[in-house]
């Protein structure tokens, strides 16, 4: 167990439609990271956040965003979903330094 | 950003077999590297890291990876391979930019 919690672990959703996922990261871990994982793209990097700012920009689309909030938990919205929306979503936390954990994942569907 | 290249997508081998999983990056300023190896349906485990120091880096689960900067290679290896050690496995990298930089991955299926 890495102490970085996901939540929900699975989601299944329409196209159109938005959602959120949560990260609760490792007690004292002020960065927060987090990946997209599809089959025909790998492991993307999305976006950091350090001590609720954001540090560092990847490819996330603009139909997504996130934030982190004052007890340093983060969401992942992502809007107007599309079927190739489908992926497994990771979150990592780190402290200073530069290794990060996972969590489990969030596997989102969308039909 | 780090670019990670994965040379191998599949790894097939016997169990009790030596296995060496390769990897390079793009440049050896600065440079963080890492091993991650993901079971089917968990998250990324981390294997083992060099950030400074010693080039030969052990691990977990009897792993171990050589950091190589002048041929920007940080491959792994493993002695004697068991069945649970089938999984996938990937090398990553970061710099100065706090961006963790992921290969494509390599599958390894270990047989009895």
């Known amino acids: 167990d890495s102490g970085v919690t996901q939540t929900p672990k699975h989601l299944i959703t329409a196209t159109g439609q938005r959602v959120t996922l949560r990260c609760s990261p490792r007690s004292g871990d002020l960065s927060v990271y987090w990946y997209q994982q599809s089959l025909d793209q790998g492991l993307q990097f999305l976006i950091q956040y350090y001590n609720g700012e954001e540090r560092a920009k990847g490819n996330i689309l603009e139909r997504f965003s996130a934030q982190q909030f004052p007890d340093l938990h983060s969401e992942l919205n992502l809007s107007s979903l599309e079927l190739g929306d489908s992926a497994l979503y990771f979150c990592a936390s780190s402290d200073d330094s530069p290794e990060a954990f996972f969590g489990q994942g969030t596997r989102l569907t969308v039909v | 950003a780090q670019s990670v290249t994965q040379l191998d997508s599949q790894v097939p081998v016997f169990e009790e077999a030596p296995v060496e999983l390769r990897c390079n990056y793009s440049s050896s300023v600065s440079v963080y590297l890492f091993w991650y190896v993901q079971y089917p349906n968990q998250g990324l485990q981390l294997l083992l890291k060099?950030?400074?120091?010693?080039?030969l880096v052990k691990g977990i689960n009897g792993f171990e990876a050589e950091f190589n900067k002048s041929q920007t290679s940080f491959h792994l290896r493993k002695p004697s391979v068991h069945i649970s050690d089938t999984a996938e496995y990937f090398c990553a990298a970061r710099s100065n930019d706090y961006k963790l930089s992921f290969g494509a991955g390599t599958t390894v299926t270990v047989r009895a």
């Open positions: 060099y950030l400074s120091g010693s080039t």
